[in-house]
């Protein structure tokens, strides 16, 4: 790492403060995209992309009512409910996710929390099945106490992600039936089981730049930074209170992504849902301004996300190759394989 780079980045990310922030995200956007890249390549191979994977293993009727939410069974939605998959299933998932050259997979579920039982146990052998399958195993379940991280951390369990979403202001225009203080509890519990933290926000949910700025601050003054941010534009549903919301621009996306480099220089940056409104050119500037990881899949969990075969083709036009699993003995196959394939 050059000296040069290294003074480009935040010097002690773990205790950043916000005025700092604010500056660098108000920052002229030329400017702060080329810091963030310089940043970006001192602390990572910016021709890495980590290739991740999805699966919602339960699907709707939640009881929350968080606003941008197709699953929450206060809004009508076009989404089907569907209870707990079998084990086999997930596993027959994951093992495609696998072949297709996906690192991580992700297990959704649209619970407001783990409740211990039957299910959960379920969960558990899921968590254990994916990985042996060698991958990078991730769930997002809902709230979490301390003695249900430690089950799932004895499990396999790789990472967990809990989004803030927005600020701690912001938060009950968004939700109503939980405080951000619930949240945070649940990341603490994760942290302290050892897991690592996916933890970010979604950008479109009516939120101002100091809502964004609260938020980035928040996250990366943690007791210690996620290990991975995704920064999500939000995908709007219709039934959902935020249907018809306008569609979030490219330069929010920008010094979102760009700031969350600067600030937390060590985090896998996961450019979230939303893609399949984004034209390839603007994907690339969020690569250039420090995101290294994407969903690939045609579903996100619910919502549709752009055919695996046009990420492919799109990753070869960039030169970016798809990064080891941190888990795995070796390598998966690659994107650029499977796309030679085709
Ligand atoms: N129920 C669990 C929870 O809320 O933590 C896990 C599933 S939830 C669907 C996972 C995350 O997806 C949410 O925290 C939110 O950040 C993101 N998300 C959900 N719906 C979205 C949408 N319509 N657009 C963008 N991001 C969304
Ligand atoms: C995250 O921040 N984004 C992913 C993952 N974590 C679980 C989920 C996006 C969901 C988009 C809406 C849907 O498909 O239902
Ligand atoms: Fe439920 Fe999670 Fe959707 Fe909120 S985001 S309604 S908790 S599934």
Known sequence: MS?????????????????????????PLIDLIGRASGVHRAHHDPTEVQVCVLLSIKTGGCPEDCSYCSQSARYKTPVENQSLMDLDEVLRAARDAKASGATRFCMGAAWREVRSGPQFDRVLEMIRGVNDEGLEVCCTLGMVTPDQARAMKEAGLYAYNHNLDTSAEHYSDVIRTRTYEDRLKTIDAVREAGISVCCGGILGLGETDDDRIDLLHTLANLPEPPESVPVNALVAVEGTPLAGSPKVSVWSMLRMIATARIIMPEAMIRLSAGRLEMPESEQALCFIAGANSIFAGDKLLTTPNPAYDRDAAMLATL???????????????SVHEHAETH
């Open 3 to 27: 000296t040069h780079d290294f003074q480009n980045s935040v010097s002690n990310p773990s205790r950043i403060d916000r005025n700092e922030i604010a500056r660098i995200y108000h920052s």
């Open 319 to 333: 030169g970016l190759n798809p990064r080891p699993s941190a888990v795995a003995g070796k390598p998966t196959s």
